[in-house]
């Protein structure tokens, strides 16, 4: 027998355990957000894949001067500006290694919202 958590729960524990992907200002509002969502639709919730920050900052750090942190991230004009101009020769690169954290949990909250928007929360 399948032990059904409630579903306060439930979301509890999608939120611990996808935080780090998500900006943290915005934990509370998602959290009543999802709070919203009937079970069927909570499962869809477990299907989003989010995009891990330190991964697309290895990206940023050994392919950045390429865009390859931009492209994965969905800026394909900001990809494709650095692809061009070798990172603004360096030192666009630089900036964006503090930057592209950041910008993939905006990404990641980003798709966790159109999720909620297809659902009409």
């Not at 390859?68 to 800026?75: A, Q, T």
């Not at 980003?110 to 297809?118: D, F, P, R, S």
Request: with cysteine; charged share 15%.
């Amino acid at each position: 027998m399948q032990y059904n958590a409630p579903r306060n729960e439930q979301i509890d524990m999608w939120i611990m355990a996808n935080s780090k992907f998500l900006p943290a200002e915005n934990i509370p509002y998602l959290h009543e957000r999802l709070s919203h969502l009937q079970d069927g639709q909570l499962h869809s919730l477990y299907s989003l894949r989010l995009k891990d920050p330190t991964h697309i900052l290895l990206f940023s750090i050994f392919l950045g001067g390429y865009g390859v942190d931009r492209f994965i991230l969905g800026d394909i004009g900001l990809g494709l500006g650095k692809l061009f101009t070798a990172g603004g020769c360096g030192i666009w690169w630089f900036v964006d290694i503090f930057l592209v954290m950041g910008k993939t949990r905006e990404v990641n909250f980003g798709e966790v919202m159109k999720l909620l928007a297809y659902y009409g929360l």
